[in-house]
């Protein structure tokens, strides 16, 4: 009787530390075309091995072959944090030399410990429904925001940042990686959505409410106004405008963000030109009926945020950031509360969206009760 599908993929990921030992160990495997081609054949091997274990299955969602083979690398990432902080050794000193050496960067720890705590639960929880017939669709564009908030910071972070002029070959395995999450998010969003059905009246009878009858809309389109101020203000700030408010700040609140690792700068323009137009948006779903949007995106974003402000929180105190841009000790509590807040805003958005859906929900005919599906 073989095990569980995602048991399976557990015991296949927890074999990354044992091939990163080995080729620690062995440096013929050392240089940076061989490192590129290993992890190649290395990802297609395990490929290999994640179709064997779902061999019995008659069908089987492409989408499994995507979390599968990330949970490997998320194993990968776990190493890797736990290296850089002194937990273990002797796993990816090859790989830093001749492979990926911005991964020793602060940023890139914290990114390593997201994927391997948070990503592979997510991997393991999402396959465990799969293969029980249980949507895990929003689990899924939880991932799906993550991920892709983590690519678009991590990629072009390197490239244009002090690790750009040392880019090797083992860089470019991250190709498949940022193409992947986008691919998955564009099926998952494709794919309908489970809503219950509400009479025409109850769902009349909601978005007849104005916002100011809606205290818990009305806090968060308020707190998503100054979200979005804020991350303006910080565009701005990376942007080296010359307002002696922007100045004082980024000396003497966030100075990590003019670390020259330039993954904070990126991230704060991915704030001013993405993070905060879809905030607009949800202000404008707050306060107009039938929204249905909202209840997807929400998520998305909660994942996308989450994912980043753990990594720009943690990189800002983390040892491996020189001290001069860590957050002054005096400054500490206004900033990192100020952070804290743009993570959990997302999160608290998507909780009330998904808890009480019929503000945003389109009309159905009478007669039909909450009892019952229907896909919209």
């Known amino acids: 009787m073989r095990p569980p599908v995602e048991v399976s993929v557990l015991i296949v990921s927890l074999l990354a530390p044992g091939v990163l030992y080995t080729i620690n160990n062995i440096p013929a495997l050392q240089e940076p075309l061989p490192i590129l081609g290993l992890g190649m054949f290395i990802l297609g091997f395990v490929l290999l091995l994640l179709r064997l274990t779902v061999s019995n299955q008659t069908k089987v969602d492409p989408l499994f072959y995507v979390f599968a083979e ?27 030399k001749k492979g990926e050496p911005h991964l020793s960067t ?16 997510l991997f393991l ?30 990629i ?28 998955a998010a564009s099926v998952l969003f494709s794919r309908p959505r489970e809503m219950p059905v509400v009479t025409a009246d109850k769902i009349s009878a909601e978005q007849k409410k104005g916002l100011l009858f809606r205290p818990i ?4 389109s308020l707190m998503l106004l100054g979200a979005m101020a804020f991350s303006v203000f ?40 993405y993070a905060m137009p879809l905030m607009a948006f949800f202000t404008h779903g707050l306060r107009t009926p039938g929204c249905s949007w909202m209840l997807d995106w929400t998520i998305f974003f909660a994942g996308a945020m989450a994912q980043s402000q753990w990594c720009h929180i943690g990189a800002s105190q983390h040892s491996r950031t020189p001290y001069t841009y860590r957050v002054p000790a005096d400054k500490w509590w206004p900033v990192i509360t100020l952070n804290v ?27 039909q009760t909450n009892k019952e599906k229907k896909k919209n």
Not at 106 to 121: K, L, T
Not at 134 to 148: F, N, Q, V
Not at 165 to 175: A, E, K, Q, V
Request: hydrophobic residues 50%; glycine residues 8%; contains cysteine.
């Open 217 to 220: 809309d009305l806090l968060l």
């Open 156 to 183: 072009p972070g390197v490239v244009i940042g002090k690790y750009g002029s040392n880019i090797r070959p083992g860089f470019w395995r991250n190709i498949p990686f940022f193409l992947a999450p986008f691919w």
């Open 341 to 367: 807040l743009l993570a959990a805003l997302p999160a608290l958005l998507a909780l009330r969206c998904h808890t009480n859906p019929v503000y945003f929900m389109k009309p159905v005919p009478e007669g």
């Open 234 to 273: 910080r565009g701005f700030v990376v942007l080296d405008c010359p307002l002696d408010t922007c100045f004082t700040y980024i000396y003497q609140y966030e100075p990590y963000l003019k670390d020259p690792v330039v993954f904070p700068r990126v991230m704060m323009l991915v704030y001013l030109f």
């Open 106 to 121: 602060a940023y890139a720890v914290m990114m390593s410990y997201w994927d391997g705590i948070v990503h592979f639960i």
């Open 70 to 96: 990330f949970s490997f690398t998320c194993m990968v990432g776990l190493t890797n944090a736990l290296e850089q902080d002194g937990f273990i050794s002797g796993f990816m000193g090859f790989y830093l």
């Open 125 to 154: 929880t999402i396959i465990h429904r799969m293969f029980r017939g249980k949507s895990y669709r929003s689990l899924g564009l939880l991932w799906a925001g993550s991920s892709i908030a983590n690519q678009i910071v991590h």
